[in-house]
Structures are given as structure tokens and as C-alpha cells.
């Protein structure tokens, strides 16, 4: 018998067409997206993992991979989907697979948006204390510990941090200066943060002892 895709869904996804096909849109937050936590970062695994499941983690990974590699959103095959997560086929309203897409709605990674969509979020925002008093004891000691730190660094300063972090391993990797500027604007950083960024990660590498004499960041030829 050929597998089918679930048509029939808990009232809070978008009613999935017949077709098994369902539009992933990004879900647009400013302040979400300023100071969330990427699904595939340590954050997530460490805390959200036992709040969201395992499937839930893992459809959620994917659906932001392949949102950076298509920003505007894309068509999900639900079947195909499924069994690449290991989650069965899809084919029915109890399935794993749907259950997955129905925990991101509960948690409020994502929500319907047109018919036969779902926006879903490309952050995951700061668990909240009724999410973490869930967490084992000493896993709530460590995020109440990680929250004190963030409180004694600024906002500007930590997110410069963290874009010159980010900056120096794509320069690390090979990036030129300005591909290196280009994919943190496209991570949402300021754009006066990502020149500064991409700058000092160029200048850093170029100071140290394994970068190679020659190279210099493209557009900066005298």
C-alpha cells in the first residue's frame, strides 16, 4: 500500500494539504531573532532538548537549514521529511512526525500563517523559568549561572562578541573580508557591527603566525 501524508492534524498546525507538501515561511520576530539561540547551537542542546524531544529538536534543525538555504521559504514533503528523521511516514494524526510539527506550534516555535503554511521561527528565544524548573537540578544551576553572566556584559558588547566570533571562524574557513561582512548581515547582525566584525577577524588572522603573507581582504588593493 502506498504510504499517504497525514491530512488530518490537532487544530493548532495549519491543515495539511493533500498534496503532502506544506510551505515553511520564516516566522519574523526582531526581538526573537536579536537575542534567540540558533536550533543547532550547545543552548539548545543543552536546554531546550529535554523540554522540546528529541524529534521536535531535530525537525526544527532542519527546518532552519534549509531556511538559510532559502530565506523566502520552501515546500516541506511531509513523507520524505518523516523518513529522513527516522520518524515513520508521516500517516497519521498520532504519527511522530506529526507530533513533532505539533510540539513546535505548542512551544511557539512556530504558528500557521497562510493556508497550507507554516511560518516557524529561526531562533529559539531564552527558556522561560516555568520551562526550566522542568530541567533536572543541575542543569538549572548551569542556565541560572550562563543568565548571570550575560546580565554583567552589556547588550552591544556581547553581540559584538558574538559576531567577531562568528567572523573570525568564516575567516578561519577561507572567507574573504567581504563574504565574511555579506553572511553576518544575512545572520541579522547591524550592519555597523558586521563591518566591524569581519574587519577585526581579518586583522587578527593576518597577525597571526599561520596566515599566509600574501593575502590581503579583497577591495583593500591600494
Known sequence: MRDQPPTHVPAVLPALPASGVLAVVPWADPVVDAI???????????????????????LLRHL????????????????????ALGLGDGGSRHSPFVRALTRLVQFDLGHPADPGALAVRRKVPPMS??????????????????????????????QRRRSRQLALSLVELGEELEAVERQLLAWRFHPALARDAAVWA?????????????????????
Open 64 to 83: 532552519v537549514t534549509r531556511l538559510e538555504r532559502s530565506p523566502a521559504g520552501f515546500d516541506l514533503a511531509l513523507a520524505d521529511t518523516a523518513r
Open 202 to 222: 581579518w586583522e587578527r588572522h593576518l597577525r597571526s603566525p599561520a596566515a599566509a603573507p600574501e593575502r590581503a581582504p579583497a577591495g583593500d588593493a591600494a
Open 129 to 158: 523559568r516555568r520551562q526550566l524548573v522542568r530541567l533536572p537540578p543541575a542543569l538549572q544551576e548551569r542556565h541560572q549561572a550562563l543568565q548571570a553572566a550575560d546580565l554583567r556584559l552589556p547588550a552591544f558588547e556581547h
Open 36 to 58: 534567540g539561540h540558533d536550533p543547532r547551537s550547545a543552548y539548545v542542546e543543552t536546554y531546550w532538548l529535554g523540554i522540546l524531544g528529541p524529534s521536535t529538536t531535530w
